[in-house]
């Protein structure tokens, strides 16, 4: 290793050790601003989860059930949806909510809610084509008994987003990691302004920017450590399959 | 309550390949009809045809009610308790407030009421098959099909599942039962209907069809030799 490389990994290194000791720090003394960003991150994602489950589960299991001309070429728009550039919503959204945009009128840009919006676009359709595989694998082992029981579309969409419930979990699990690990969107609809609409992942990408590495470093340790708590809160919840 | 089924030139086609038929039928509309014939007879398609489930190439079908039921030779149990597998038909048949004490009865009658919170999935083939028998009879069924509900079941489970399906067609309901078991078949049939290349070679009572089989596949079949 040359010295200007072990220079940088010292570097390195060291940055690791102040993020962890500065993690720690803002931790412990539940940091006023931390707690805000952190506040704010979970109420968006969680809130833009919820609506994207309202949308996607239902529209997944109706899809998983239903027969219909054009439904392949659905499920290739809806799994191609799943890959959706997060800037490129965010710009949608922006163009939208922007004073002369068709819904400029509500004042929603740099807001949480135009944040929310953006990441239920991104979201719904990851939960929609997952959860419409999901349902698709049950409807395929209870159809005939369904159809023998003479159930209607509605009650069998039901019946199967209730017995899928524990891989739905995991669906929305999924459409959560996305959320809060979004930046791209966010940035452009939120503005990243302090105390309104800063979340971690733009003031991480805020703090990388202005070099401060510790403070980005620790802030997204501290994403990571609300990954795996939201993870394990809801596996916890996860009744066993009856 | 009786439920005739009758069909006309019934067949049904895969594949460029004709699986059934064309079969003219007229099953009694009381007691119990065995479909037997050897693998691939076609008897599990029939009984598909006959309760709606798969659409015929061809001929018409004639059944007096919609009122039917099927358990099928690998019971679906739904992913929740014993007794909400009950439930999920019951309340669709019966007011909310007489549901938990119908269902209640029902598993006492077959003996899983300790077991009513337990996974359905938990329980043991028979008990999973008697839980389907139980569903499907919660619908109040006028016509039963039942595709080879004993298959895969110990002797004392397929008494029991026997027990309730002599019961079941004694109160009026119409049984129609897929069986490869010819003891099952002489204690539960009234009549026969035998099955080979999707076409059947002989309808009798079930006491003619044991004691003097008309057709050569069928006495081969009765004897355990090998019907091609």
């Given at each position: 290793?040359?010295?200007?490389a072990?220079?940088?990994?010292?570097r390195?290194?060291q940055d690791?050790t102040?993020?962890?000791?500065?993690?720690?720090g803002l931790?412990?003394s539940?940091?006023?601003?931390?707690?805000?960003?952190v506040?704010?991150?979970l109420?968006?994602?969680?809130?833009?989860v919820?609506i994207?489950c309202?949308?996607?589960l239902?529209l997944g299991?109706?899809l998983?059930?239903?027969?219909?001309?054009?439904r392949?070429?659905v499920l290739?728009?809806?799994?191609?949806?799943m890959?959706?550039?997060?800037?490129?919503?965010?710009?949608?959204v922006?163009?939208?909510?922007?004073?002369?945009?068709?819904?400029?009128s509500?004042g929603?840009?740099?807001?949480?809610?135009?944040?929310?919006?953006?990441?239920?676009?991104?979201?719904?359709?990851?939960?929609?084509?997952?959860s419409?595989?999901?349902?698709?694998?049950?409807h395929?082992?209870?159809?005939?008994?369904f159809?023998?029981?003479g159930?209607?579309?509605?009650?069998?969409?039901?019946?199967?987003?209730?017995?899928g419930?524990?891989a739905l979990?995991?669906?929305?699990?999924?459409?959560?990691?996305?959320?809060?690990?979004?930046v791209?969107a966010?940035?452009?609809?939120?503005?990243n302004?302090?105390?309104?609409?800063?979340?971690?992942?733009?003031?991480i990408?805020l703090?990388t920017?202005?070099?401060?590495?510790?403070?980005?470093l620790?802030?997204?340790?501290?994403l990571l450590?609300?990954?795996?708590a939201?993870?394990?809160?809801a596996?916890?919840l996860?009744?066993?399959?009856? | 309550?009786?439920?005739?089924?009758t069909t006309h030139?019934?067949a049904?086609?895969?594949?460029?390949?004709?699986?059934v038929?064309?079969l003219?039928?007229?099953?009694?509309?009381t007691?119990?009809t065995?479909?037997?014939?050897?693998?691939?007879?076609g008897?599990s398609?029939?009984?598909?045809?006959?309760?709606?489930?798969?659409t015929p190439?061809?001929?018409?079908?004639k059944?007096?009610?919609?009122?039917q039921?099927?358990?099928f030779?690998?019971p679906v149990?739904?992913?929740?308790?014993?007794a909400?597998?009950?439930?999920?038909?019951?309340?669709?048949r019966?007011?909310r407030a007489?549901?938990?004490?119908?269902?209640r009865?029902?598993?006492?009658e077959?003996?899983?009421?300790?077991?009513?919170g337990?996974?359905?999935r938990?329980?043991?083939?028979?008990?999973?098959?008697?839980l389907?028998?139980a569903?499907?009879?919660?619908?109040?069924p006028?016509?039963?099909?039942?595709?080879?509900?004993t298959?895969s079941l110990?002797?004392?489970?397929?008494?029991?599942?026997?027990?309730?399906?002599?019961r079941?067609?004694?109160?009026?309901?119409?049984?129609v039962?897929v069986?490869?078991?010819?003891?099952?078949?002489?204690?539960v049939?009234?009549d026969?209907?035998?099955?080979h290349k999707?076409m059947?070679?002989?309808?009798?009572?079930?006491?003619?069809?044991?004691?003097s089989?008309?057709?050569?596949?069928?006495?081969?079949?009765?004897d355990?030799?090998?019907?091609?």
């Amino acid at each position: 290793m040359t010295s200007h490389a072990k220079a940088g990994y010292d570097r390195a290194v060291q940055d690791f050790t102040d993020a962890f000791r500065l993690a720690f720090g803002l931790v412990i003394s539940l940091d006023a601003d931390l707690v805000e960003i952190v506040s704010l991150s979970l109420r968006v994602s969680l809130i833009a989860v919820f609506i994207a489950c309202l949308i996607g589960l239902p529209l997944g299991a109706r899809l998983a059930v239903a027969r219909f001309r054009g439904r392949g070429a659905v499920l290739v728009v809806v799994n191609a949806l799943m890959g959706l550039p997060p800037v490129v919503v965010g710009l949608l959204v922006y163009l939208h909510l922007s004073r002369s945009g068709p819904l400029g009128s509500f004042g929603l840009l740099y807001t949480p809610t135009a944040m929310i919006i953006a990441q239920t676009i991104l979201i719904a359709p990851i939960i929609t084509a997952l959860s419409r595989q999901i349902i698709e694998d049950l409807h395929e082992e209870y159809a005939e008994q369904f159809r023998s029981l003479g159930l209607t579309r509605s009650e069998t969409t039901r019946a199967l987003l209730r017995d899928g419930r524990r891989a739905l979990v995991t669906v929305a699990l999924a459409g959560f990691g996305r959320a809060i690990a979004e930046v791209g969107a966010v940035i452009i609809v939120g503005g990243n302004i302090d105390h309104l609409t800063r979340v971690m992942t733009t003031a991480i990408a805020l703090e990388t920017s202005k070099g401060d590495l510790p403070l980005a470093l620790a802030l997204g340790l501290i994403l990571l450590v609300l990954a795996l708590a939201v993870n394990a809160l809801a596996m916890t919840l996860r009744r066993p399959d009856a | 309550m009786s439920a005739g089924v009758t069909t006309h030139g019934l067949a049904f086609d895969a594949g460029g390949n004709r699986r059934v038929g064309p079969l003219d039928l007229d099953l009694p509309a009381t007691g119990i009809t065995v479909l037997m014939g050897p693998n691939g007879a076609g008897k599990s398609l029939l009984l598909r045809l006959l309760h709606g489930l798969i659409t015929p190439t061809a001929g018409q079908i004639k059944i007096s009610t919609d009122r039917q039921a099927m358990v099928f030779q690998k019971p679906v149990m739904l992913r929740r308790s014993v007794a909400e597998n009950l439930i999920f038909v019951l309340k669709r048949r019966h007011p909310r407030a007489e549901v938990e004490g119908r269902c209640r009865n029902i598993l006492r009658e077959i003996d899983l009421e300790a077991r009513a919170g337990q996974p359905a999935r938990a329980l043991s083939g028979g008990e999973q098959q008697r839980l389907a028998l139980a569903r499907a009879l919660a619908t109040e069924p006028e016509l039963l099909f039942l595709d080879e509900p004993t298959a895969s079941l110990d002797p004392a489970s397929t008494l029991a599942i026997e027990a309730t399906v002599m019961r079941a067609a004694a109160e009026g309901t119409k049984v129609v039962l897929v069986t490869h078991d010819t003891g099952q078949a002489r204690r539960v049939a009234g009549d026969v209907v035998f099955l080979h290349k999707g076409m059947v070679c002989e309808h009798s009572l079930a006491a003619d069809f044991f004691d003097s089989p008309v057709s050569e596949q069928a006495r081969a079949y009765l004897d355990g030799r090998i019907v091609l």
